[in-house]
């Protein structure tokens, strides 16, 4: 089945504990994003890869740092999160060329930081 | 920078009861208008892409038209199982990186 994955689905952790939120498609797309979703600001987009090592910031990517050494997979990683960075996170793909804005979305990540 | 505005916040319709969602756009040259389903606890689901005005997409009991200024989603007859937060989404050909400026949604309830 065509999908992506996120892990954790759920997380509660501390301010400054480094965590990472792991992202795989098996499509093998070449673009993958990710994107928060608040309440009042809709979905924003953290960080984006147009390919293997390729990245680039999004609207809102303090905080957050990510990499592409894999095609299939596109982590988020905080190095130090803090209380702001409690949000729905979720990860998304999409294969290239005219349809590279169909987007495939993961099934979120709730993250709650103390 | 490109502002997306989706109206109504909510909207509540009796199966079968016919209606429009509004979806009002600025953006430096239109790139692409996406529609999006979301579900509770899911993540977005892809539902259309429109391009340029005057050019329309239907699925089953959805249709998304688009003009220079504004698209809609129109939703006809619908059921129950429609019950979802409606989101639009922008890219212009200004915008790096593929990224999409999305609206606050619609959230629409169908009753039975």
């Known amino acids: 089945e065509a999908q992506v994955t996120q892990n954790p689905r759920y997380l509660i952790t501390v301010t400054g504990k480094k965590l990472t939120v792991t992202c795989s498609q098996n499509?093998?797309?070449?673009?993958m994003s990710w994107y928060r979703q608040d309440p009042g600001l809709g979905l924003r987009q953290i960080y984006y890869?147009?390919?293997?090592?390729?990245?680039d910031k999004g609207d809102v990517p303090e905080g957050y740092k990510v990499s592409r050494k894999e095609k299939r997979n596109f982590p988020l990683i905080l190095e130090s999160p803090s209380p702001n960075q409690t949000s729905l996170y979720f990860c998304?793909?999409?294969?290239?060329?005219?349809?590279?804005?169909?987007?495939?979305f993961g099934p979120g990540t709730r993250l709650t930081v103390l | 920078e490109d502002q997306v505005t989706q109206s109504p916040e909510a909207l509540r319709l009796q199966e079968g009861e016919s209606s429009s969602l509004n979806c009002s756009y600025t953006v430096s040259g239109l790139r692409g208008l996406f529609w999006y389903r979301q579900d509770p606890g899911k993540g977005p689901e892809f539902l259309f892409t429109?391009?340029?005005a005057g050019e329309e997409k239907e699925k089953e009991r959805l249709k998304a038209t688009l003009t220079k200024k504004e698209s809609f989603l129109h939703i006809t007859a619908p059921k129950p199982e429609d019950s979802a937060t409606y989101l639009c989404?922008?890219?212009?050909?200004?915008?790096?990186?593929?990224?999409?400026?999305f609206g606050e949604g619609t959230q629409l309830t169908v009753n039975p």
């Open positions: 989404a922008v890219q212009g050909w200004e915008t790096s990186g593929s990224r999409l400026t």
């Open positions: 429109l391009y340029s």
């Open positions: 890869s147009m390919n293997v090592e390729v990245t």
């Open positions: 499509m093998n797309h070449e673009y």
């Open positions: 998304a793909s999409s294969p290239g060329d005219r349809l590279y804005n169909e987007q495939f």
